[in-house]
Nanobody, 126 residues
């Protein structure tokens, strides 16, 4: 059984920080690309950040660049998303996703990721 479990969401005031974690369990091994997406109320799911497991190269949405940092812990089979300077517009359910492709055609497209977590809710108050 493949599984990804997100944690670290919660309620924070604007300007605050949160650190999300995505842990792989069961038979899931994070060895390709892993990404974070988010879905705000009434909106479609959107790309946030991604990391190539082998090289550590990172990719960010424009709104995340400079505020969010994606990182990985190989030994713990876990990916993190450090979010700083949070804004009310960052309120969303954040999903972790893992690719089964060694080199996804697109690091930002949902279709590149076959394994998804259940999501963790982030709420930022003004």
């Amino acid at each position: 059984q493949v599984q990804l479990v997100e944690s670290g969401g919660g309620l924070v005031q604007a300007g605050g920080s949160l650190r999300l974690a995505c842990a792989a369990g069961g038979r899931t091994v994070l060895n390709n690309a892993v990404a974070w997406f988010r879905q705000a109320p009434g909106q479609e799911r959107a790309f946030v950040a991604a990391i190539r497991w082998a090289t550590g190269r990172t990719y960010y949405a424009d709104y995340a660049e400079g505020r969010f940092t994606i990182s990985r812990d190989n030994a713990a089979n876990t990916v993190y998303l450090q979010m700083n300077s949070l804004e009310p517009e960052d309120t969303a359910i954040y999903y972790c996703a893992a690719s089964t492709m060694v080199i996804p055609a697109s690091m930002t497209a949902e279709t590149s990721y076959a394994i998804w977590g259940q999501g963790t809710h982030v709420s930022v108050s003004s």
